[in-house]
């Protein structure tokens, strides 16, 4: 049984295909003799650690910093320049498009994010992540490479769609994420951005629904009101259970302490965090882990 993720471009279907090899976390010392090469499939990277430079053959180099976001086209020859002492690691995936009669989709993706002239035309895109940002690009890549190898093909088409369509958000932010047919300031795109903005800054402990209203230029009794219709909840609910099912996340899969945890999940002290998380599991933090983490220290045979 196979299970593939699809989109329509230009009224032909395209089926997504990983190439499983292609997603991972690459450390380059200083002057890595990194060659040219063209890539005939969609090339995203993060830049995770330190900084390098982009070399695209017939453009002008690009000084890549820490958190810079980068979406490399089909069939672009590029290579990277590493001058930084501390060395640069990449966080990257490879995809293509394909459709029904095994020919690939080569066009840039901006045509697929609404560009069009020039803008359409460039071999690359590149944004500057805030860390916010950048921690939930790391957090959907390495759930994915997570999931990539697992039985269920659905799961993992689905793993590595969420990462390049939340990619493509940080790449070309509301144009990519507007749905055309609903008008700007209706609920139901207001409600959107809202959950946007949730899922993307969860991680800082300084988010709340003040916080958020003053990006979106509403009160907060306002948003309040049409997200609480349009989700039967409130954003401060909203944004508590995404901490904590990011805590859940961790809890099960890695063996960080519970302050490292509860403080990358946005909770500012621990016993608010714990209360907060019995109540929602119906476990504490530690009885989860011991639950659900095999790999915890008090779960080990060895």
């Keep these: 049984m196979s299970a593939e993720i699809t989109i329509l471009w230009n009224e032909t279907p395209y089926h997504l295909v990983p190439e499983e090899a292609k997603i991972h976390h690459s450390v380059f010392p200083p002057g890595f003799p990194f060659p040219r090469h063209v890539h005939p499939a969609y090339h995203l990277i993060l830049v995770e650690q330190a900084c390098c430079t982009l070399d695209v053959t017939g453009s002008s180099p690009l000084l890549c910093r820490e958190n810079t976001l980068l979406l490399i086209n089909p069939n672009v020859e590029h290579r990277f320049l590493y001058t930084d002492t501390r060395g640069c690691m990449h966080s990257s995936l490879i995809w293509n498009f394909i459709d029904a009669a095994g020919h690939r989709l080569l066009r840039p993706l901006q045509e697929l994010g609404g560009r069009s002239g020039k803008e359409a035309l460039r071999p690359y895109v590149a944004t500057l992540l805030t860390p916010v940002q950048a921690s939930g690009f790391r957090l959907r890549q390495r759930e994915c490479e997570r999931f990539l190898s697992c039985r269920d093909p659905g799961v993992s088409s689905m793993k590595f769609f969420n990462l390049v369509s939340f990619s493509m958000e940080l790449l070309w932010g509301s144009l990519w994420a507007r749905d055309p047919r609903r008008e700007e300031g209706s609920a139901a795109?207001?409600?959107?951005?809202?959950?946007?903005?949730?899922?993307?800054?969860?991680?800082?402990?300084?988010?709340?629904?003040?916080?958020?209203?003053?990006?979106?230029?509403?009160?907060?009794?306002?948003?309040?009101?049409?997200?609480?219709?349009?989700?039967?909840?409130?954003?401060?609910?909203?944004?508590?259970?995404?901490?904590?099912?990011?805590?859940?996340?961790?809890?099960?899969?890695?063996?960080?302490?519970?302050?490292?945890?509860?403080?990358?999940?946005?909770?500012?002290?621990?016993?608010?965090?714990?209360?907060?998380?019995?109540?929602?599991?119906?476990?504490?933090?530690?009885?989860?882990?011991?639950?659900?983490?095999?790999?915890?220290?008090?779960?080990?045979?060895?």
């Design 189 to 302: 795109l207001l409600s959107e951005r809202v959950q946007t903005l949730i899922e993307t800054c969860f991680p800082d402990p300084d988010f709340n629904v003040r916080r958020l209203a003053g990006q979106l230029q509403f009160s907060v009794s306002y948003l309040n009101a049409v997200f609480s219709r349009e989700n039967g909840c409130s954003i401060a609910t909203a944004l508590r259970m995404r901490r904590l099912e990011y805590a859940r996340e961790l809890l099960k899969n890695t063996t960080h302490s519970i302050k490292y945890i509860y403080e990358q999940c946005g909770f500012t002290r621990q016993n608010y965090f714990a209360a907060a998380f019995r109540q929602e599991s119906g476990m504490t933090p530690l009885e989860y882990r011991k639950h659900f983490n095999r790999n915890a220290p008090e779960n080990r045979s060895t």
